[in-house]
């Protein structure tokens, strides 16, 4: 059953349940622990660690050759439909544009829903056929670095838009479950906006309608004559925001910092706003 012609970036749990047995997709559930996926997870998905396997140990981002080598073992080519699902669905998702992967897919909202559809969970770790797999650089319309960010902070055409929550906008903490480990100096970018991703979506981790985003972005100055830059703490939210912006409000110039807090934060000598 070929999926190369269907370019709708969502998927629902039928469409999933219908592609279980095609091979020219892969499911990728993405979570920041392996909890959730060993109790149970949609057959034939390889699980992704927004931390282990997404950022190295300081929390940095990996570079391009170490995200090849996790494209690699999980058997994905580039003539391969990626379907992301769970936590860190829109992290995937929009990893994969930035890199200008052809066929990304996303389930909007929360794992559960498949279940929830009488659909079976599989305990059944895969083994991906390893594949090998060049990835582009990053487009810089999609991923910007702190150097990026740097030079945005100031200028009167670009909107640096925080979308954590107001604990840590304000400062009072930097990792969003009030955590101290590993904590660096907890605040905002200069200039930033904020707009919590909560404004943005529902309980269940869908999206809001596209009248209440709007009002909730516009409220906070940022239009879709914007430049913007979307920043949280891992690029998981931000990632999110990104998606509605630019697939459902039709905004034309939205790029996230994948760096985001957990890399600027720990660092000594970036300005922080409290």
């Known amino acids: 059953m070929s999926s190369a012609t269907d370019t709708d970036p969502t998927v629902d749990v039928a469409w999933i349940a219908a592609h279980l047995e095609d091979p020219q997709v892969q499911l990728i559930e993405v979570d920041v622990s392996p909890a959730a996926y060993a109790a149970g997870h949609i057959p034939g998905a390889i699980l992704w660690n927004a931390y282990g396997d997404l950022r190295d140990p300081a929390y940095r981002t990996i570079a391009l050759a170490e995200l ?11 003539a391969t439909t990626v379907v992301f699902y769970g936590y860190g669905a829109a992290l995937g998702f ?32 895969p083994e991906a056929t390893v594949s090998s797999y060049s990835l ?19 200028d009167p055409e670009i909107v640096l838009l925080d979308v954590r929550a107001e604990l840590e906008y304000s400062g009072e903490r930097f ?40 009002r909730a972005l516009e409220a906070a100055g940022v239009t879709s004559e914007c430049k913007v830059i ?13 998606f509605a912006l630019k697939y459902l409000l039709g905004y034309s110039d939205v790029s996230v910092y994948y760096g985001s807090w957990a890399e600027w934060g720990k660092q000594a000598d970036t300005p922080v706003v409290t």
Do not use: F
């Not at 066929?103 to 009488?118: I, K, N, T, Y």
């Not at 582009?136 to 100031?154: C, M, N, R, Y």
């Open 68 to 78: 090849e080598s996790l494209l690699c073992h999980a058997g994905i080519a580039p």
């Open 230 to 242: 979307v920043y949280c703490t891992i690029g998981n939210r931000a990632s999110q925001a990104w």
């Open 94 to 125: 929009w990893l994969m544009k930035a890199h200008s992967h052809r066929d990304v897919r996303m389930l909007l909202g929360s794992r559960e829903q498949w279940a929830q559809a009488g659909e079976q969970w599989s305990t059944d770790v």
């Open 175 to 214: 990792w969003p479950s009030g955590a101290t480990a590993d904590a660096g100096r907890a605040g905002h970018l200069p200039g930033a906006v904020s707009v919590p991703i909560d404004l943005l979506r529902n309980d269940d981790d869908t999206l809001k309608s596209a009248q209440e985003m709007g």
């Open 136 to 154: 582009a650089p990053p487009s810089e319309d999609l991923l910007v670095s702190q150097a990026d960010v740097e030079a945005a902070i100031g």
